[in-house]
C-alpha cells in the first residue's frame, strides 16, 4: 500500500478551536462545474454616490444626516440588532419536572451596535487604502472598545464586516460593524472554553502552541511581520480561508504597542491586497476579530490570544463560489483544495493591488 498523500486522500482534519472535524477531499477539485455563477463585483463605483446612506453629507434612512466626514467615522447602527434598554428576562431556573424549562431557555438581551465607514470614499476599500488610513480604523476599533468598557455593563465587542454582495452586505460604501452584546457569543464562547480545558491540560495558550508548530512548518504561512501571522489555518473550511494571529500572547486591541497596531494595519493590507489580487476583482469575505471581552471575568483575558478570521467564499474564480451546504450542514464541513494548496496560492500572489499596476 502506498504512503498516506495528502494531497490525493481524502482525510479528516481537526479544529482544536472549535473542537470540530472537518472533510478534506482533495481529487475533488477536478469535477466540473454548472452550477451558479455569481456576478463579478463591479469595481467602477463612484467615489460618491449621491443614494449612498453612508457616504459623508448624506441623509441616512432616519433622516439622519452623516457629517462630512473625512476620515474613518461610526454612527449608532439605525436598525441595530441588540438595544441599550428593554425589560429583563430569563427562563425560570429548570427543575427537574418542568420539560419546559429544560428545553425552551430564553436570555433577554441588551447591547449596542456601530457602523464604522473606514473612508469617506464610496469606492475605498481596506486593501486599497494606504497603510496609515487603515492605522486610523484599527484605532477607531481600539478607542470604541476602550469607550465601551468605559461606558456600559456589556461583555463583548464583536467586529466584523461583511464585505461583497455575496456574503450579504446591503451596501457597498466599505464599513465594518460593532455588535457589543451582554452575553459572550456562541463562537468566541467555544474558542475560550477550547483554550480553557487546553491551558488546564498542558499548562500553554493553544494558539501559542498552535503558531510555533505553524512556524516552523511554514506550509500553511502566507504573510508574516515582527508583530503578526496570516495563514490558512490547518482547519480550513472556506477555500480561501485565513487567520491573522498575533505572534505573542496579546489578549486585545488596547494591549497592543504602537509598533504593533502598525503591523497589523500592514498586514491586513496585505492580505486583502491579496485576496483582490487572487482572481482580479474586489473579494468578498465576512472577517471578525477575536479578543479578551471588554469585560473579562475569571481566566478570560489571560486565556484570550488576540487572532482574526477571513471567511471568503470564492473557489474558483471570481464567479464561483462555494456553498456550505448538503453534507456540510448535516454531517461536517468539507474542502477540496487543500489548506496547503490555497496558502501556496495565497504566498505567490503580488502585494500590489492590481488596480494599482
Ligand atoms: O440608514 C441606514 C442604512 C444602513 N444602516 C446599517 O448599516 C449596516 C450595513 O451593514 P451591512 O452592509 O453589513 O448590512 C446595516 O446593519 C444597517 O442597519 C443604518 O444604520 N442606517
Ligand atoms: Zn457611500
Known amino acids: 500500500m502506498s504512503e498516506f498523500d495528502f494531497n490525493n486522500n481524502s482525510h479528516r482534519r481537526y479544529n482544536p478551536l472549535l473542537d470540530s472535524w472537518i472533510l478534506v ?8 462545474w454548472q452550477g451558479q455563477q455569481e456576478k463579478a463585483s463591479t469595481d467602477s463605483l463612484a467615489s460618491y454616490d449621491p443614494k449612498c446612506y453612508l457616504c459623508p453629507g448624506n441623509a441616512r434612512m432616519t433622516g439622519e444626516q452623516n457629517p462630512r466626514y473625512e476620515s474613518t467615522y461610526y454612527f449608532v447602527n439605525d436598525f441595530a440588532a441588540v438595544k441599550l434598554d428593554q425589560p429583563d428576562y430569563v427562563t425560570p431556573e429548570a427543575d427537574k419536572e418542568n420539560i419546559k424549562n429544560r428545553l425552551f431557555k430564553v436570555q433577554g438581551t441588551k447591547g449596542t451596535c456601530f457602523v464604522i465607514c473606514f473612508s469617506p470614499k464610496h469606492n475605498v476599500t481596506l486593501p486599497v487604502m494606504s497603510v496609515p488610513d487603515i492605522r486610523v480604523v484599527i484605532n477607531t476599533w481600539t478607542d470604541l472598545y476602550l469607550k465601551l468598557q468605559a461606558e456600559t455593563p456589556f461583555k463583548y465587542m464583536q467586529i466584523f464586516e461583511n464585505k461583497g454582495a455575496s456574503m450579504g452586505c446591503s451596501n457597498p460604501h466599505p464599513h465594518c460593524q460593532v455588535w457589543c452584546t451582554e452575553n459572550v457569543p456562541t463562537e468566541p464562547a467555544k474558542e475560550f472554553s477550547s483554550l480553557r480545558s487546553y491551558s488546564a491540560e498542558h499548562d500553554s495558550c493553544l494558539l501559542c502552541d498552535y503558531l510555533s508548530v505553524e512556524s516552523a512548518e511554514k506550509s500553511r504561512i502566507v504573510i508574516e511581520n515582527d508583530s503578526f501571522v496570516a495563514l490558512v489555518p490547518f482547519w480550513a473550511v472556506w477555500p480561501f480561508e485565513t487567520m491573522i494571529l498575533a505572534k505573542s500572547h496579546v489578549a486585545s486591541l488596547p494591549s497592543f504597542s504602537e509598533i504593533q497596531k502598525n503591523d497589523l494595519a500592514s498586514i491586513v493590507k496585505t492580505l486583502t491586497t491579496k485576496y483582490d489580487n487572487l482572481f482580479l476583482t474586489s473579494f468578498p469575505y465576512s472577517m471578525g476579530l477575536h479578543q479578551a471581552p471588554i469585560h473579562p471575568v475569571g481566566d478570560e483575558y489571560e486565556l484570550a490570544h488576540f487572532h482574526m478570521h477571513f471567511y471568503p467564499p470564492l473557489l474558483r474564480g471570481a464567479t464561483v463560489r462555494k456553498f456550505l451546504v448538503g453534507y456540510e450542514l448535516l454531517a461536517e464541513p468539507q ?23
Do not use: G
Request: avoid cysteine; aromatic fraction near 4%; proline fraction near 6%.
Open 25 to 32: 477531499s482533495p481529487h475533488r477539485t477536478q469535477r466540473p
Open 335 to 357: 474542502r477540496d483544495l487543500t489548506a496547503e494548496q490555497a496558502a501556496d496560492r495565497l504566498r505567490t500572489l503580488d502585494d500590489v493591488h492590481y488596480s494599482e499596476k
